[in-house]
C-alpha cells in the first residue's frame, strides 16, 4: 500500500467496512484499539483487509485516529 502515489487508499481504508467478526458493520477507523493490536499479535488477514487493518493499527498506535476522522464519509 503506497499512500505517498495514492491518497485515495488511505480515504478507502479509513471507510472500509469491517466484513466479519464482533465488529461486523464497523468503518475500519472506528474499531477498538485492542481490537486491532489483537489482531497484530494474532497476524492480520490476507489481502488489502489485512493491509487496511495493519494500516489503522499503526494510525491509533501513533495517535492520529483523530486527524483522520474528517474523511469518514
Do not use: S, T
Not at 468503518?27 to 489483537?38: I, R, S, T
Amino acid at each position: 500500500m503506497n499512500l505517498d502515489q495514492d491518497p485515495q487508499l488511505l480515504i478507502d481504508a479509513v471507510n472500509q467496512v469491517m466484513p466479519f467478526g464482533k465488529y461486523q458493520g464497523r468503518k475500519l477507523l472506528e474499531l477498538p484499539e485492542p481490537y486491532l493490536v489483537w489482531f497484530h499479535k494474532q497476524g492480520f488477514p490476507k489481502g488489502k483487509l489485512g493491509e487496511q487493518l495493519a494500516l489503522m493499527y499503526e494510525i491509533k498506535l501513533n495517535g492520529l485516529e483523530n486527524m483522520l476522522r474528517p474523511l469518514l464519509r
